[in-house]
């Protein structure tokens, strides 16, 4: 399933700015928030590099954390079923980061659709598109391909982007979790 290239990366890109930002569980075990240089290193890691040279800096950083912990929220409330919560949520945030549609033209590209104002601040100009690409999803009939992962222990966000939709879980590492778990239960049961 894949929205348009453009929508579809920046969906990618905030699902792991997400997930490598956002404290909670990770692969079954507590997952704290980065910060200082870790933080640093994970939204560098998150956005890509060639589009932001020499940046973020750690205001910067934290700042798109902040988005991040937002963006996580509405999944969060679309996972519980709550989508117009969810929705009402992300339209404030897509307010509040100026997402408004702008053609632009730059680095030798062709005119292109940005989803930030075109004097936007290095956060801000990330937490616009981001937030526009998961309305894309939110308002597609595939809103339940965005969700948490349906490990223990693992509260990190997929988006589905499969043919038949049926993915649950953040990783296959998860994945293999719970089909493990599923097998060690089974034999248990026949013992």
Known sequence: MEFDSHTSDTVEYAIKLINDVTPGERH?????????????AAVRDAVPEARTPGLPTPA????????????RHVVELVDTGDLDAGCTELNR??????????????????????????????????????????????????VDRLGLC?????????????????????STTCQNRVKAAAFRARRAAEE
């Open 60 to 71: 910067d950083a934290a700042e798109l954390a902040d988005w991040a912990g937002r963006l």
């Open 28 to 40: 079954g075990r507590p997952f704290p928030a980065p910060t200082g240089d870790a933080l640093i």
């Open 93 to 142: 945030i897509m307010r509040e980061a100026g997402a408004v549609p702008t053609l632009s033209r730059h680095d030798g590209e062709p005119w292109h659709l940005h989803f930030h104002a075109e004097d936007a601040t290095w956060a801000p100009s990330w937490a616009a598109p981001m937030a526009t690409a998961i309305a894309v999803v939110l308002g597609n009939a595939v």
């Open 150 to 170: 349906n490990a223990p222990a693992c509260d990190r966000v997929y988006v589905d982007v499969s043919r038949n939709g049926t993915r649950r879980f953040c």
